[in-house]
């Protein structure tokens, strides 16, 4: 089973042979205003990603959408040569227009092309994981997955991915990539007051699955909750910091990717993550959402 073995929150996971920090850091924020373009300050956010490998985070999300290949390039120059420990994780099946939309690109032959964009972006000869991302901006929608899926597998045994994984996905997409290929991860909205994937998340931990939850502080509008302010007062911290100790707490295969254009928010995330939460604490939450 996966055991803690790092002062970072949350200890380790291990995805496929790769064992990771359950406490990462997710690089959309790096890049400019409704996520394109380059960042204001291009120093502040190499910085924070040096930061974040200093104080031992080994697991970094990204995509080649961010930008469009501005976080995969900020990557490439804060932290090539990579450590070996360091697993970057990106994902496919979107492109960015001129209206900073998020048209889906799908088709085998879009598929192929961005994962040799992020190959060169990254500066990497293999990627350490691939999401097939689903759905659209408003969430997961029904729909085979297979054709999708099915090129990612194709470029997983040309060399090109180690691991696979799914994203803004209904279950039974879940089920469907599963019938396919091993996933690793499913990587879908969730947070304190989003809960529709409980289930789904108990089941993959069962099968050591990991899932990772993007917007886990409430993404563009932050959470809001009498609930989660009372306790947040009680234990003199934030409220993004009680949401992200929570989301530790909820399940062991929970891994958390929040992110930061900041060093010290990046460290407050940290240190917030590692928040005790007493039963009492664990009633008064439970109730968001529900």
């Not at 290929?181 to 529709?196: G, K």
């Not at 563009?220 to 992200?244: E, I, W």
């Amino acid at each position: 089973m996966n055991a803690p073995t790092t002062s970072l929150p949350g200890g380790t996971w291990t995805l496929g042979n790769s064992t990771i920090t359950r406490f990462g850091y997710g690089a959309m924020q790096l890049a400019g205003p409704w996520v394109m373009g380059p960042p204001a300050d291009h120093d502040g956010a190499l910085a924070v990603l040096r930061e974040a490998v200093a104080a031992g985070i080994t697991h970094v999300d990204t995509s080649g959408a961010y930008g469009p290949r501005v976080t995969n390039e900020l990557i490439r120059e804060a932290l090539r040569p990579y450590p070996e420990s360091l697993f970057i994780a990106t994902k496919v099946g979107a492109n960015r227009d001129a209206q900073g939309g998020w048209p889906t690109a799908r088709r085998p032959e879009d598929l192929r092309k961005q994962v040799h964009e992020n190959l060169q972006s990254l500066g990497v000869e293999t990627l350490d994981l691939v999401n097939m991302r689903m759905g659209d901006a408003e969430g997961p929608t029904p729909g085979s997955l297979t054709e999708a899926f099915g090129t990612l597998v194709e470029l997983q045994q040309e060399g090109l991915i180690r691991h696979l994984g799914v994203s803004n996905v209904t279950t039974e997409q879940v089920a469907e990539a599963r019938g396919i290929a091993p996933i690793v991860c499913v990587q879908n909205m969730y947070n304190l007051a989003h809960r529709h994937d409980d289930d789904l998340i108990d089941r993959l931990a069962d099968d050591d699955i990991a899932y990772v939850p993007f917007f886990p502080l409430g993404g563009f509008t932050p959470l809001q909750s009498d609930a989660l302010s009372r306790v947040a007062v009680r234990l003199g911290a934030t409220p993004m910091s009680v949401a992200l100790a929570w989301l530790l707490r909820r399940s062991p295969n929970i891994l958390l990717i929040p992110g930061t254009s900041s060093t010290a928010h990046l460290r407050e995330n940290i240190v917030g993550a590692g928040l005790f939460l007493s039963d009492e604490d664990l009633a008064d939450l439970e109730g968001i959402g529900r």
